[in-house]
């Protein structure tokens, strides 16, 4: 499997999807990222990579690249490489055979159906013929993992997807904007009412029982109602390191349409 895979974006969904091709045997997968992610499942981001320098996934690591070059030394070391490079420009350097837009932006960050033989835009915001070759259904239900060969996704809805009953309730955002700071560790328990963390003077509380799935790095300046935080009902504290089932869902789909492209 030779096929040369850039994703756009390395947060949950797209580390998901790039281990589930690196498992199918996809081994030159190049991801694109800004210089300050801000991910909430960082235990499961290869855009930790950018941080950390580089980021280990259900065994998978990735490693970030300081420039392009350097790129092909990671897939020689049986890495995954991530590059600062969120417009993209490495595209033409890189030659893919696919183009996986993985941001879940809900709009089209400047995708183009040219950008490599196949292209794919995940979720809303693209339209499969006009900017990309194909769409990948991402809202949980019947469709979630459809590949769309015609027309778009479902519109994004604005509320979470349901974990143990609770949508909204589960997810925690910044009440103002500011500077987050947290003493608590994903994975930790925590209780309805309680402070989790706070966004400058102003305390986060939990709505909900849970453990602590996900938050974004403490010291990081947020706007306020960004996604900080994710307390998962289930209170498992293993789903915190290992990757969601929609992400291994959109990951079988995206393997789908690259062996139909070119196993055809």
């Given amino acids: 499997m030779e096929r040369v895979v850039v994703i ?25 990222e800004t210089a300050s992610p801000l991910a909430v499942r960082r ?5 930790e990579a950018v941080h950390d320098g580089e980021m280990t996934v259900e065994g998978i690591t ?8 350097e790129v092909a ?8 490489a991530v590059l600062v490079d969120p417009e993209a420009a490495s595209l ?43 769409v990948i259904e991402t809202n949980r239900g019947h469709d979630l993992g459809r590949v769309i060969d015609a027309g778009e996704a479902e519109a994004d809805t604005g509320i979470p997807g349901a974990i143990g009953g609770y949508t909204s309730e589960r997810v925690l955002r910044a009440p103002v904007a500011g500077r987050f700071e947290s003493d608590r560790m994903i994975g930790d328990l925590v209780f309805a009412g309680e402070p989790v963390g706070r966004v400058g ?18 010291g990081a300046v947020v706007k306020a109602g960004l996604k900080i935080g994710d307390v998962d009902p289930r209170s498992r ?23 139909a492209r070119y196993n055809s």
């Fill in 43 to 47: 235990l499961v981001s290869f855009c």
């Fill in 8 to 32: 756009r974006g390395a947060g949950e969904q797209a580390s998901g999807i790039a281990c589930r091709l690196y498992r199918a045997n996809f081994r030159r997968i190049l991801m694109l």
């Fill in 237 to 259: 504290k293993d789903y915190c390191s290992t990757v969601s089932e929609k992400a291994r869902a959109l990951g079988g789909a995206v393997i789908e349409a690259l062996l």
């Fill in 201 to 218: 003077a102003v305390e986060v509380r939990a709505a909900i029982d849970g453990v602590l799935r996900g938050m974004i790095r403490p």
């Fill in 92 to 134: 033409p350097l890189v030659q893919p055979d696919l183009f996986l837009d993985a941001t879940l932006a809900k709009r089209n960050l400047g995708t183009s159906i040219g950008d490599a033989p196949l292209v794919i835009g995940l979720g809303p915001g693209f339209t499969a013929g006009v900017d990309c070759h194909q």
């Fill in 62 to 69: 990735a490693v970030r690249a300081g420039r392009v070059e």
């Fill in 73 to 80: 030394a990671i897939w020689g070391a049986g890495g995954i």
